[in-house]
């Protein structure tokens, strides 16, 4: 069974390109969200614990893989110098249920966010959109600039966090990738002529980190940390002027920003699943004019995609460590012998 650790994921990254990595992911998700009738997928499971959430994220494409993510999420971990969110996952055969590979999905994560984030930018955003402003510079961040980058043609980042050592992180790691970054004092400030919003703060409240009356026509928001109950991020009433797009309405509804409306509401105002984008069936813009959201919470059809590009990837140039965590012996039903090694 392969290994990938985080040095395994950063190599392959550094050999094979951060951009054409995402490029690559962003077509694997348009192949994924293409075939969505294909998959059996729930809603995660979700267990609160005091500051955070424990997730579990399971999907199976009933032809080849099953793959499954642990993740969590404790906005207050930093604090005592641990991530807010890290995960690993899985990827197993259907055909006879044996696990292949065994993988970090921290960095994956960030990767199939980032890469869902410009898909979405692209099926929605204006054609001409070039001012970012993303409110949340932590881990995913320059992920989430990294990807924009690859739809739209970027020129500006306007940027605002509550923490300024994460600021200070932000524009260091955003050298080289040939923005004009402009510190703001506010998120007000920093969504000030932006054509693309992409908020990605962490918090376990319902906050409003974006205000409507900030809000103007023509522009598309990315909201992305209002994942789980009770954790939002956008001021009620711009849902209502928006055209919103989520990837899942049933995990939408309990995860999203629109978990604040009765599910009567919330399905009229949900214009449409991301497979409908995908596949050509609903368009992302009507006009110059209108706002579009993009609601997201993360689902296993996107880690089902990462997994599966990584582990392609990884055979294609050797990366990856082969561990037996699975028994292997010439009677498969003589397990004991791999312990009771005094008997032959
Ligand atoms: N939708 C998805 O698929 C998806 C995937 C990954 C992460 N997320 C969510 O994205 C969020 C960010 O994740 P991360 O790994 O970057 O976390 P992080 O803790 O590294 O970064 C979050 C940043 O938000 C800042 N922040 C908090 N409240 C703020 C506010 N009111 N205004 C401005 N900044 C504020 C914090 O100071 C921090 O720097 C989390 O809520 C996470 O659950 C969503």
Redesign the pocket.
Known sequence: MKIITIESVAQLIQQYGLDNYIKDLMKALKRDFGRWDSFTKMPRPAMHVPGGVLELMPICDNDKYYTFKYVN?H?KN?LTGK???VATGQLSRIDNGYPLMFSEMTIL?ALR?AATSALATDLMARKNAKVVAI???????EFQIKGLQLVRKITEVRY????KK?MDKFEKNMKGMKVQLVRCKS?EEAVKGADIITV????KAN?H?IKNAWVKEGVHINA??G?TINKTELEKSILPRSRVVVEYFDQSFIEGEIQKFSEKVARKLVYAEMHELVNGKKKGRANENEITLFD???IGLEDYSVLRLTYELSEKYHIGEDRNLIPSMRDPKNLMSIVRKDIK
């Open positions: 999420c906005p930093p991530m807010t969110v994560t966010t409110i949340g510079t932590g881990a995913q961040s605002f966090d509550i923490d994460a998120a990605v703060t962490a918090c906050v980190v992305l940390g994942d997201s919470v993360g």
